[in-house]
């Protein structure tokens, strides 16, 4: 099942809006449904960035704690990048705001280059 959960209104109708323009570019139905977030429970920590978590080397060289790995912005950010979901120029834009060294930014296109093959 796949879902979108909100908190209000706005966010209700962006949903809606969102599943009726995706809705137009499929031919079968998008059937994600749209429910209002209740009580939420965190995964257990394993489950937590889990695709950085299998980039062990790079998240040892981050220093995070469980608990760091599960509020960073930047572990949130990295997570998505070795999963193969942000372009190199995407990476660009946010690499000043990460803080990475230079074996981490070249670990992270490294990762980007095998989900992106020129």
Same mark, same amino acid.
């Given at each position: ?10 966010? @209700?109708? $962006?949903?809606?809006? +969102?599943?009726?323009?995706?809705? /137009? ?5 998008? !059937?994600?449904?749209? %429910? ?18 299998? @980039?062990? $080397?790079?998240?040892? +060289?981050?220093?995070?704690?469980? /608990? ?5 912005? !930047?572990?949130?950010? %990295? ?40």
């Amino acid at each position: 099942m796949s879902a979108i959960f909100y908190h209000n209104e706005e966010q @209700k109708e $962006a949903a809606e809006k +969102s599943k009726e323009v995706h809705q /137009k570019k499929k031919m079968r139905p998008v !059937v994600t449904k749209i %429910l209002k977030a209740e009580t939420f429970y965190d995964a257990e920590n394993y489950h937590q960035k889990y695709l950085l978590r299998n @980039k062990r $080397a790079l998240l040892n +060289s981050l220093g995070l704690n469980d /608990k760091q790995v599960i509020t960073s912005h !930047v572990a949130c950010r %990295l997570n998505g990048y070795v999963g193969g979901y942000g372009s190199e120029d995407q990476f660009d834009e946010d690499l000043p705001k990460l803080g990475l060294s230079k074996e981490q930014e070249e670990f992270v296109r490294n990762c980007i280059d095998q989900a992106y093959p020129a």
